[in-house]
């Protein structure tokens, strides 16, 4: 019912800075929350970032004032900028996307995100 695609996955030295992108085929309204995820090899999902349809944000503490979470209302878009990238950010990054809670999550294709020491 939700159709997500995501862009803007990289290879990136440390310092450095990406924007992910995730187009949803419903308004950000229609949703009760968006957000991102990452899955570094051999360690389990974490929770990066999400963004209700009202705005609210939150952040997981290991990307607090480097990364941040954002929408283009227009565009059906929601984004993830990345600043000061380190090593150990390095990962998988999902677009996740939620109905309600009641119902399963969708889920994007995940992009890499590769930071070079």
């Known amino acids: 019912q939700v159709q997500l695609v995501e862009s803007g996955g990289d290879l990136v030295q440390a310092g450095g800075s990406l924007r992910l992108s995730c187009a949803a085929s419903?308004?950000?309204?229609?949703?009760?929350?968006m957000g991102w995820y990452r899955q570094a090899p051999g360690k389990q999902r974490e929770l990066v970032a999400t963004i209700t349809g009202a705005g609210s944000t939150n952040y997981a503490d290991f990307v607090k004032g480097r990364f941040t979470i954002s929408r283009d209302n227009a565009k059906n878009t929601v984004y993830l900028q990345m600043n000061s990238l380190k090593p150990e950010d390095t990962g998988v990054y999902y677009c996740n996307a939620r109905l309600s809670p009641q119902l399963p999550d969708y889920w994007g294709q995940g992009t890499q995100v590769t930071v070079s020491s």
């Open positions: 419903v308004t950000m309204f229609r949703l009760y929350a």
